[in-house]
């Protein structure tokens, strides 16, 4: 996927790969809890749910990648 992509040239700039984990999950938790706000349309709601699914997934990938 294009975000397990992203995610190894973020590391090969030389950002250790603790401080990019934690930015995208920062990122994913302040999609969801801005979701929860009753002011927030359907299709915000179901694209912070989609990111962090992608998230979740990309991990995974990371996990099984015999590289990693």
Known sequence: PG???AYKQTQQKGE???VTEAKAL???ASLLEEAKSPDV???DYAEAVRHNQS???LFQAALV???N
């Open 16 to 18: 250790d790969y603790r």
């Open 65 to 67: 990648d015999a590289d």
């Open 41 to 43: 349309g359907y299709m």
């Open 3 to 5: 975000g397990y992509n």
């Open 26 to 28: 920062l990122r994913c």
């Open 55 to 57: 998230l979740w997934t």
